[in-house]
């Protein structure tokens, strides 16, 4: 990801944070993204570096307006001032901001926590689960039948937010269900200012063992962390923690493994 497209971001996600938004907010700018992706003229014509940019929003104004609120319409229209790297990427720009709403409505309700936990638990879940898998990914399947698998499995068991973002990451704009979801994940986290640790394990931590964790890896990375714990049989001992880019091994099989290099 380009320094310029990340600018570019951080400038929507200021423009999202000075609006109160809800959950229609999200589901009206999800209707935006999905106009766009389903007509290609649309999106390059407000993406075209070569118009003049008020041409740009008036076009996004006359589209959109009457048919979204009047906060999600100037969302967009101060997005399609931006220079884009193409249509598509400005989608993805307005789909961040689509799930950044979902998650600050969640906050709002106080159910950030256990939105980012349960989508975690739930990407965990169909990633462990090929037939699961296999069917939220089958294309020939219709999309509302495959989103009413997932509310099936979700009813009366996570936030709204929960539910609202697993259906929608059916779609799979990042590649596969399960990481798009992850995407998800880590907006939730961002929105707190911390970041995810996926902590795998043979057997579950207690209370005690995840908080000393938890402040230890605090102080190493100097931000806040949350910790999403993995039962994994196929680590004997310890713990094998992924904190962003990097893989801390604290595990006997690490250290058997590192024993018979010294040896050989």
């Known amino acids: 990801m380009s320094s310029q497209y990340e600018d570019r971001l951080s400038v929507l996600d200021g423009a999202l944070d000075g609006v109160k938004v809800d959950a229609a907010f ?137 539910l609202a973002l697993a259906k929608r990451a059916v779609l799979a704009r990042e590649r596969t269900f399960d990481h798009t979801i992850e995407s998800y994940v880590t907006l939730a986290a961002q929105q707190k200012n911390r970041l995810i640790a996926t902590v795998r394990v043979a057997e579950s931590m207690t209370p005690g063992q995840r908080e000393r964790l938890r402040k230890s890896l605090s102080k190493q990375v100097g931000r806040d962390v949350a910790l999403q714990e993995v039962i994994d049989e196929s680590v004997i001992g310890g713990v094998l923690v992924e904190l962003a880019d990097e893989v801390i091994e604290g595990t006997v099989a690490a250290r058997l493994h590192e024993a018979e290099r010294l040896f050989s």
């Open 26 to 162: 999200s589901d009206e700018l999800f209707a935006v993204v999905d106009a766009l992706l389903g007509s290609p003229i649309l999106r390059r014509a407000v993406t075209d570096p070569g118009t003049p940019e008020e041409a740009r929003q008036a076009l996004v104004r006359g589209v959109f307006g009457g048919k979204v609120s009047k906060p999600v319409v100037e969302l967009v229209a101060e997005g399609a001032t931006m220079r884009w790297n193409g249509g598509r990427t400005f989608a993805a720009a307005l789909e961040r901001q689509a799930v950044r709403a979902q998650l600050i409505a969640a906050e709002r309700a106080d159910q950030l926590d256990d939105t980012e936990d349960e989508l975690f638990r739930f990407a965990r879940l169909v990633e462990s689960n090929p037939d699961l898998r296999n069917a939220l990914s089958d294309r020939a399947v219709g999309l509302a039948a495959r989103q009413e698998l997932v509310e099936e499995l979700l009813r009366g068991k996570a936030t709204p937010a929960t």
